[in-house]
């Protein structure tokens, strides 16, 4: 079931589904438009955003996400808890949790809510870049 996109050049290209989780508008932007000049060539890329945790939880109960960043803290419901959630719902989607806290403590935290990946913002294109790579090959292997 795996959806694929043809590329000009005739090479077939991943589809990624990706939800992109901030409470900053301007955040949201700029991680999606990284997104997809890092994917360019590489990915098909079908990005999302949601303005905080439970918009993020209402998100992945209409539709499966290959890869989901999530913001820490954010009003409403924050990433730790959205990212237990979703892993309590059995979420496929690897989750990258983005904060600008960067003590072992609040790493910590993240691996314990389920988190595949915590990076400090803002992010750096390669480690992007690999989680794009690391969301692309679970995907297939889960084919």
Known sequence: NRMEVVAAQGRVMDRL????????TA???LITAKLHELAAGSYDLDIAQAADG????????????DLIFLDVEMPVMGG???CSALRQK??????????SMTSAEA???GRKAGCDNYLVKPPHDA???SILRLASLRKLAAG
Do not use: Y
């Not at 589904?17 to 900053?24: E, G, K």
């Not at 059995?90 to 904060?99: K, Q």
């Open 90 to 99: 059995g979420s496929p989607a690897r989750i990258a949790m983005l904060s």
């Open 107 to 109: 790493h910590l935290a």
């Open 17 to 24: 589904n990706i939800l992109v989780v901030d409470d900053s």
């Open 80 to 82: 730790l808890e959205a």
């Open 27 to 29: 955040i949201r932007s």
């Open 127 to 129: 480690d992007l870049r």
């Open 54 to 65: 439970s918009q993020a939880l209402a998100c992945a109960e209409k539709r499966s996400f």
